[in-house]
């Protein structure tokens, strides 16, 4: 995964979280996002921040698909 797809997975207040996860400022988050910075830790919280809020949606899907039914 490029940073460029990272960025586009992101979810709102995305970069936020990857700040409040690492310990980091935005702006560093931010640079590292942007590829001005090189950070794993960065990385690594940007692609756990992802997943949460893939299923953290995909969850939501299923429960209102359940109510639907």
């Known amino acids: 995964m490029e940073l460029k797809e990272i960025r586009e997975a992101l979810p709102p207040k995305g970069v936020k979280k990857i700040a409040t996860k690492t310990g980091l400022s935005h702006s560093m988050v931010s640079q590292v996002l942007n590829g001005h910075r090189k950070n794993?830790?960065?990385?690594?919280?940007?692609?756990?921040?992802?997943e949460e809020y893939l299923?953290?949606?995909k969850s939501r899907e299923e429960r209102f698909k359940n109510l639907l039914a």
Do not use: F, G
Not at 40 to 50: F, G, Q, R
């Open 40 to 50: 794993d830790t960065v990385l690594d919280a940007a692609l756990e921040v992802i």
């Open 55 to 57: 299923t953290a949606k």
